[in-house]
T-cell receptor
Framework: QQQVKQSPQSLIVQKGGIPIINCAYE??????FPWYQQFPGKGPALLIA?????SEKKEGRFTISFNKSAKQFSLHIMDSQPGDSATYFC???????????????FGKGTLLTVNP | DVKVTQSSRYLVKRTGEKVFLECVQD?????MFWYRQDPGLGLRLIYF???????EKGDIPEGYSVSREKKERFSLILESASTNQTSMYLC????FGGGSYEQYFGPGTRLTVT
């Protein structure tokens, strides 16, 4: 079964710190790796995503690092703020050749708390 | 903005009841999904649909069924609710191609089965 393993389960940092969340996958056919952010009482929302042809992608304070040979990818949050406190999910997918459907396999999530 | 709405935010049902959870999206998306979210288990796919009247099982379909009679609407049905189906249920939708494959989620329905 396709799996994405996410760690840590929870993380507490001080404001300005750089939390790092890691994910590992097994299926080398995965070709799309998004991160979702979920605030309490809300559904998850896409934060940033990467494809395996690049090793890093940065959007604002959020960076994905991707290591294809190790089958690992991670999310770094620079200069973290209390407003970044949320649950973060990594995910992976395989685009079907016919494009008839699209499924995400999610990690189990990381609860991030950024203290003031 | 894409909007995915779910019929209820909170729902309390009794064991054995038939439960309908409805989801509506307004962006003409082909794909729609139902997940359940439980602490420590993340998001698990129950069913998805890639076209009207088309459906496929996800990772945990047991005890659930779905219906998609119109493109914008995807319903999750618990034929006989059980206490182990107490959970947060999230609906999502996405479109073909475009390169981003972003899934747009609704706010969730917290179902309690007593």
């Amino acid at each position: 079964q396709q799996q994405v393993k996410q760690s840590p389960q929870s993380l507490i940092v001080q404001k300005g710190g750089i939390p790092i969340i890691n994910c590992a996958y097994e299926n080398t056919a995965f070709d799309y790796f998004p991160w979702y952010q979920q605030f309490p009482g809300k559904g998850p929302a896409l934060l940033i995503a990467i494809r395996p042809d690049v090793s890093e992608k940065k959007e604002g304070r959020f960076t994905i690092s991707f290591n294809k040979s190790a089958k690992q990818f991670s999310l770094h949050i620079m200069d973290s703020q209390p407003g970044d406190s949320a649950t973060y999910f990594c995910a992976a997918s395989i685009e079907n050749s016919g494009g008839s459907n699209y499924k995400l396999t999610f990690g189990k999530g990381t609860l991030l708390t950024v203290n003031p | 903005d894409v909007k995915v709405t779910q019929s209820s935010r909170y729902l309390v049902k009794r064991t054995g009841e038939k439960v309908f959870l409805e989801c509506v999206q307004d962006m003409d998306h082909e794909n729609m999904f139902w997940y359940r979210q439980d602490p420590g288990l993340g998001l698990r796919l129950i069913y998805f649909s890639y076209d009207v009247k088309m459906k496929e099982k996800g990772d945990i379909p047991e005890g659930y069924s779905v219906s998609r009679e119109k493109k914008e609407r995807f319903s999750l049905i618990l034929e006989s609710a059980s206490t182990n189906q107490t959970s947060m249920y999230l609906c999502a939708s996405t479109s073909f191609g475009g390169g981003s494959y972003e899934q747009y989620f609704g706010p969730g329905t917290r179902l309690t089965v007593t």
